[in-house]
């Protein structure tokens, strides 16, 4: 009987994951625990270190969304699964039964799971041991008559005389449940479940049982959790799916790859011999970033045409600065880009037909740090060890050191004091298609038709005209290039391979463009033709975090009418190539956005497609 019910649960459950949820009430826990958000969040102990959270009353519609793109991008119709649900159903009860008359009545609005680990059980862990994380998951319920006649139905029908379950009541408060234990097995593998009249219950004994003695004695839940109160609170309403992360899950993976390093390999030896120590080192530098983080929370949902993925952190700032010290990188690492937000007046200098743009605030801080971290990296605690995919960051460091020579040789300047010094404010770079950029010229087998441009707000003129001076003196002399006058403080550079730049001022703006003359781009940072006029930046730009931090912006419409242009007829009749542009053609544009962090460690992010 167990694997029927759990086969149809699975069913239940898997639907339900897939489409993505929403759901509502639960019981007995303290009034001021309760989110209205996450509402069964107040049935999790306080230890959960994992959350889960899909919404169900839109099932329905979300199926059909499903259903429509599918039908857009393939030109196919996508079988509709509630039949397959149907049929799972009417097999299990052995007669003719359906989601919307068997299901859907008595269905709550959210199904949650939570996974948890108990302090003895992480310390087990940390001593070598392998203690099962505790997980239940909750199904909330609407209408607890009809919930309980389809449940009495799956018990009685799915094979009576080879039930293992034990039904035992019990009160919670004043509201009777019944908690169904599974009799055939015991210990890690034994699981449990509890009806009640707002909710199911189910998951590993001892998570049920942890559940139910932290409601009984009325323990504070996840939802008494201050950190995750606010960080719950700080996403969008009405997500599909919520995920938030907890600083004990952090905790545990660190914990588990602690064990995992001391197993002993095939050979006899523990897997971190003879590089364990490079390895506990580089751990260490990560629990101390990872301590910092107070909770993160993730939002999955749909608005209309948006498309969203909602991010919201908690950082300890203090803790933050002292982990990045620890790193050898500087302590205002995390608040230099994170604390001043980019202006929409410098946004207008950017053209309308950028097919990608991303504009940020602290060029000259983001290189001055990044060189600091390939610097100072090596000499950390060492992260490498032999660990694959780590970066080398010595070859970083040269490299810095290889450009900064070149400025000092070839023009007789300090790139960062004599230039980036005054270019500390916001910067844009962009992308543009021009099949007449002489960068498609180089090699046709590898055509390139975008032009690329640099913009940077500069606070002193006369030294960005005196650096200019100096770069186009230096490129004629040091680096034998043609170098020709393209307007007032405006310079267009041509090496013998014709893969044209140019570079100047224009008002308080220095801008460097590879493969065209300057024109277009100064055009648009004089106002004409320039993003903010565009319909689909606008809307990108409501769409996602305000004040923001940096933007990404990617116009699909663009990146759609540039692969038209440039697939080949044969390919362009392919299967794959017409379903990739009819899903580029349900959208305008795909957003990432973020916000200065508050002084209460708050910040926030959005990644957003919109649809057409």
């Known amino acids: 009987m167990l694997k029927r019910i759990a086969a149809l649960s699975l069913v239940m459950v898997f639907v339900l994951a897939l489409v993505g949820l929403q759901v509502s009430s639960s019981l007995a826990a303290p009034a001021d625990q309760t989110i209205a958000s996450a509402p069964n969040a107040n049935l999790l102990p306080s230890d959960t270190a994992l959350y889960f959270d899909f919404r169900t009353n839109q099932i329905s519609d979300v199926v059909k969304f499903i259903q ?16 397959d ?10 007669r003719s039964a359906s989601w919307a008359k068997d299901i859907a009545p008595w269905l709550g609005d959210h199904f949650t799971v939570g996974l948890s680990m108990s302090d003895k059980q992480l310390n087990a862990l940390q001593a070598g041991g392998f203690p099962n994380p505790d997980v239940v998951a909750v199904l909330a319920v609407k209408n607890s008559t009809k919930a309980d006649a389809f449940f009495k139905e799956i018990m009685t029908k799915a094979n009576p005389s080879a039930s293992s379950m034990k039904a035992t009541q019990d009160k919670i408060g004043n509201t009777s449940i019944t908690i169904y234990s599974d009799t055939s097995s015991s210990g890690a593998n034994s699981i449990s479940l509890v009806q009640a009249p707002t909710y ?18 009325r323990k504070p839940t996840l939802a008494a959790d201050a950190n995750f109160g606010k960080i719950i609170r700080a996403l969008k309403p009405n997500n599909l799916v919520t995920v938030y992360l907890t600083p004990r899950l952090y905790e545990l993976s660190m914990s588990m790859s602690s064990a995992l390093m001391m197993m002993p390999n095939p050979e006899g030896d523990q897997m971190g011999t003879p590089e364990a120590t490079p390895q506990a080192n580089a751990q260490a530098a990560t629990q101390t970033l990872f301590k910092a983080i107070n909770g993160q929370a993730f939002g999955l949902g749909r608005n209309g045409k948006l498309l969203y993925l909602d991010v919201v952190q908690s950082i300890n700032q203090d803790a933050a600065a002292k982990a990045y010290a620890s790193m ?30 991303v504009q940020a ?8 740090t990044l060189k600091t971290a390939s610097q100072n990296m090596p000499a950390m605690p060492p992260s490498s060890g032999g660990m694959r995919g780590a970066p080398d960051f010595s070859q970083l460091a040269q490299s810095f050191n290889q450009i900064e020579s070149a400025f000092r040789l070839g023009l007789g300047v300090d790139l960062q004091k004599d230039v980036l010094s005054y270019m500390n404010s916001d910067f844009a770079v962009y992308l543009t298609y021009d099949p007449n950029s002489t960068l498609a010229k180089l090699d046709p087998n590898k055509p390139n038709p975008f032009v690329y441009t640099l913009l940077a707000k500069t606070s002193d003129v006369t030294k960005t005209k005196d650096f200019l001076t100096k770069l186009s003196d230096g490129l004629k002399s040091f680096g034998k290039l043609t170098v020709t006058s393209a307007g007032t403080d405006l310079y267009t550079a041509t090496p013998n391979n014709g893969a044209t730049f140019s570079f100047g001022l224009v008002g308080k703006t220095f801008l460097l463009t590879v493969g065209c003359d300057p024109a277009m781009a100064v055009t648009a940072i004089k106002g004409t033709g320039s993003l903010v006029s565009s319909p689909i930046w606008a809307q990108a730009a409501a769409s996602g975090v305000n004040p923001t931090t940096q933007f990404w912006y990617l116009n699909t419409n663009e990146l759609s009418a540039v692969l038209k242009a440039q697939l080949p007829a044969d390919q362009m009749n ?11 053609n349900l959208f305008n544009s795909a957003t990432i956005t973020s916000s200065p962090i508050g002084k209460d460690g708050i910040s926030r992010g959005s990644i957003d497609l919109i649809m057409k």
Request: aromatic fraction near 10%.
């Open 68 to 83: 429509n793109v599918n039908l857009q991008v393939t030109g196919k119709a996508m079988p509709d699964p509630f039949q």
């Open 85 to 94: 649900i149907d049929k799972s159903l009417s097999d299990a009860l052995g």
């Open 200 to 217: 199911f219950a189910f998951g590993s004994a001892s998570g049920i049982a942890a559940m139910i003695d932290t409601l009984k004695t």
């Open 328 to 357: 050898n990188l500087p302590t205002d690492f995390l608040t230099k880009f994170s604390t001043t937000p980019i202006s929409t007046v410098f946004t207008a200098q950017i053209p309308a037909d950028a097919l990608f743009v």
């Open 361 to 368: 605030h602290g060029l000259a801080d983001i290189y001055s």
């Open 574 to 584: 392919s299967t794959d190539a017409k379903q990739a542009l009819a899903f580029l």
